[in-house]
Structure formats: structure tokens, C-alpha cells
């Protein structure tokens, strides 16, 4: 079974509106930690943003946030206010443990085109 | 502060060569993962050190594959001998001691196996 599912394979939005981006996690850890990462066409692997399984809070970065659903076990990725320079492929990840010394697990990927 | 390095950052090769990827982690990270991106497979972890140490080099495909960390500041990933199949980006990552921080990643090597 997969441990991180992204079933938008595309997602199209214009400039300036918001987007989810959907992920579903499985776990029987309590304790796990769930990323998100851009990667633009120049391939690199940018950090997004960071929720760990305790945190109360939905964690905010600028014009990301993650909508952590834990009964449902989704961490969805909403940007809000789009911009050409968001076109690029969003990776949801999970390390179980939450501890530093665990690989991060990685889902397929949705590719986000933002249009003018 | 200097992120992740990476070099290469492109090779081509040919079937049948020894092929050799370089890392060097953020100073002060004391875990680094060699992560492998397939179209096919996607992002999978390879093995990954702490403190200079092999963990877990259970996602290694075979022995063709080996990776060394020599000391805190650089680590090689050998392939020997290549195969079109190992064609690839490898991506290495670090990251501190501590459970809330990410894995920063570098630029990756696009590799190519004719």
C-alpha cells in the first residue's frame, strides 16, 4: 500500500487564485512528520513547508498553508493567490518517527500550471 | 550559508563505466540521504549516514551501487558499472539532530547511461 497518495496527477489554476493540492498519508505511527516540496522544471527540490502529527496548529508559510486533517489522515496544500512562478511539480512527503535520522517517503507528485 | 553541493550536476556515460556522484552536506548536518528520481519510481531513498556512518542502505538496487562518507563534509555515490537503467536524478539531502528540522536538498545529478 502506498504511504503518501497524491491523486491529482495536473492541476491548472490562474493567476491570483487559490489551489489545494491533495495528500493522503498512511500510518500507524503516532508520531510522523509531513512535508512539502517544489519542484520547479530546473529540477531542484524546494522545501515548502512542515507539519508535525503533535502540532495543534495548521502550519502557514507566507502563501502556503497545510490544511492537516489527522482523522482523515490528509495534509492538503493550499497557495493562495497564484503566480506564473508556482507552475512546477508539488511533492507531499512523510517521515514516520519524526525523528531526523528517518528517509522521507515520497508521494508521485502533482504538476500545478498556473496561466495568466 | 552555502545550501547543499552537488557534482556533477550532468553525466553522460556510456554502458559498462564507473560512475561517481559527489555530495557536500550543509555544515553542521549531521545526516545525509542519497535519494534517486525515476520517472517510473519516483523519489526513493538509496542509504543515507549519520555521522559519517551508513544506517540503512536497504533501498541500494544491487551491488553495483556504493556510497561512501569519508568525513562530515563530503560523500560519493559509485556506480560501477553503469547500466542504461541507472540512468537517473540523484539527489543528495542533510539535515540536523533534531525532529523538526527538513531534509535540504541539493541540486541533484542528472545522469545519463547511453
Known amino acids: 500500500a502506498q504511504k503518501i497518495t497524491q491523486t491529482q496527477p495536473g492541476m491548472f489554476v490562474q493567476e491570483k487564485e487559490a489551489v489545494t493540492l491533495d495528500c493522503t498519508y498512511d500510518?500507524?505511527?503516532?508520531?510522523?512528520?509531513l512535508f512539502w516540496y517544489k519542484q520547479p522544471s530546473s529540477g531542484e527540490m524546494i522545501f515548502l513547508i512542515y507539519?508535525?502529527?503533535?502540532?495543534?496548529q495548521n502550519a502557514t508559510e507566507g502563501r502556503y498553508s497545510l490544511n492537516f486533517q489527522k482523522a482523515r489522515k490528509s495534509a492538503n496544500l493550499v497557495i493562495s493567490a497564484s503566480q506564473l512562478g508556482d507552475s512546477a511539480m508539488y511533492f507531499c512527503?512523510?517521515?514516520?518517527?519524526?525523528?531526523?535520522?528517518?528517509?522521507?517517503?515520497f508521494g508521485k507528485g502533482t504538476t500545478l500550471s498556473v496561466s495568466s | 550559508d552555502a545550501g547543499v553541493i552537488q557534482s556533477p550536476r550532468h553525466e553522460v556515460t556510456e554502458m559498462g563505466q564507473e560512475v561517481t556522484l559527489r555530495c557536500k552536506p550543509i555544515?553542521?548536518?549531521?545526516?545525509l540521504f542519497w535519494y534517486r528520481q525515476t520517472m517510473m519510481r519516483g523519489l526513493e531513498l538509496l542509504i543515507y549516514?549519520?555521522?559519517?556512518?551508513?544506517?540503512?542502505d536497504s533501498g541500494m538496487p544491487e551491488d553495483r551501487f556504493s556510497a561512501k562518507m569519508p568525513n562530515a563534509s563530503f560523500s560519493t555515490l559509485k556506480i560501477q558499472p553503469s547500466e542504461p537503467r541507472d540512468s537517473a536524478v540523484y539527489f543528495c539531502?542533510?539535515?540536523?539532530?533534531?525532529?523538526?528540522?527538513?531534509?535540504?536538498f541539493g541540486p541533484g545529478t542528472r545522469l545519463t547511461v547511453l
Open positions: 539531502a542533510s539535515t540536523r539532530s533534531t525532529s523538526t528540522d527538513t531534509q535540504y
Open positions: 500510518t500507524s505511527d503516532p508520531s510522523y512528520g
Open positions: 507539519q508535525g502529527s503533535y502540532d495543534q
Open positions: 512527503a512523510m517521515r514516520e518517527a519524526n525523528q531526523a535520522g528517518t528517509a522521507l517517503i
Open positions: 555544515s553542521g548536518h549531521d545526516y
Open positions: 549516514f549519520n555521522n559519517n556512518v551508513p544506517i540503512d
